[in-house]
């Protein structure tokens, strides 16, 4: 378990000499290069309403996208009328309801605090 730390440690050193080293010329890369979306003066009260515009856009675009919701149900819905399932698709629909379950069972141990068998009490 020591060596294990020792190695964790000098990992841990190795990567704080590359941010430091190239931290600041990285950082000052990625405002070049993106300048075209920061507004000058960088005030809160700017950074307080563009939080707001996103926010309310987001709330607005909410009827859109539960009419794609329902739009892509009454396809599906459709589709198993008709009878066009076939073993691709059925196959498709199998995969993603597995990946789907899979991302809900790992939301569940990163929520108990990376336990498999429960809570912390």
């Given at each position: 378990m020591a060596s294990k730390l020792g190695q964790l440690q000098s990992k841990v050193t190795q990567a704080s000499r590359v941010v430091a080293k190239n931290g600041c010329s990285y950082y000052k890369h990625l405002?070049?290069?993106?300048?075209?979306?920061i507004l000058d003066p960088p005030t809160?009260?700017?950074?307080?309403?563009l939080a707001n515009q996103l926010f309310y856009?987001?709330?607005a675009s909410?009827?859109?996208?539960?009419?794609?919701?329902?739009?892509e149900l009454e396809?599906?819905?459709h589709l198993l009328k008709k009878e066009h399932l076939n073993?691709?698709?059925a196959g498709t629909a199998a995969l993603f309801a597995l990946e789907?379950?899979?991302?809900?069972?790992?939301?569940e141990i990163i929520g108990r605090g990376f336990t498999?068998?429960?809570?912390y009490v």
């Amino acid at each position: 378990m020591a060596s294990k730390l020792g190695q964790l440690q000098s990992k841990v050193t190795q990567a704080s000499r590359v941010v430091a080293k190239n931290g600041c010329s990285y950082y000052k890369h990625l405002l070049e290069k993106n300048k075209e979306y920061i507004l000058d003066p960088p005030t809160t009260e700017k950074c307080q309403s563009l939080a707001n515009q996103l926010f309310y856009t987001r709330l607005a675009s909410i009827p859109h996208r539960c009419n794609a919701f329902w739009k892509e149900l009454e396809n599906t819905k459709h589709l198993l009328k008709k009878e066009h399932l076939n073993i691709e698709n059925a196959g498709t629909a199998a995969l993603f309801a597995l990946e789907c379950y899979a991302w809900f069972c790992g939301g569940e141990i990163i929520g108990r605090g990376f336990t498999i068998t429960g809570y912390y009490v």
